[in-house]
């Protein structure tokens, strides 16, 4: 079995990229690396504060800057915010010598998965779902143009998921 280099995680909040982002790296013997959680840390602050004092078109730069870091990464998996397919440079980016993984889930499990949670700036309103199913509209066809492999997380676990991909790597 020849690995790539890299392989890439996308897809909406709730997807399960940092679960099944850590065991697949586990699984392949690569590291794993979350833009999101490596951002927070080189800034010193969580995602609620940077959109609070930078907007969020400041974390959008910042994400930009992390993907272009990351794309020089070998035996990686690379977990990346629900946005970054949003900028065409950044799908040019996560595209560069990696195999990208779509996890698609459905609406309901991403609210499911993201109730209550307070480290999300986009869904601290009164109507979460909406913008769910707003965001999944506008992404969805982002996210599957840029895959080489599309998965479908509902009603499996992360083991699972992980089983699959590695058949499919
Ligand atoms: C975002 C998703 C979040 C984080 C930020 C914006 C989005 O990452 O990057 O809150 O635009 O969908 P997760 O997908 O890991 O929650």
Known sequence: MSLPKRVVLVG??????STI???LARELGYQFMDSDRIIEERCGANIPWIFDVEGEEGFRQRETAMLKELSG???AVVATGGGAVMRPENRAILKQGAVVIYLKTSIEQQVERTRRDRNRPLLQNEDPEAVLRNLFAIRDPLYTGLADIV???????PRLVVRQLVNRL
């Open 12 to 17: 909406p909040m709730g997807a399960g990229k």
């Open 21 to 23: 982002g850590r065991l």
């Open 73 to 75: 990464q070998e035996n």
């Open 151 to 157: 998965m479908y997380t509902d009603r499996k676990s």
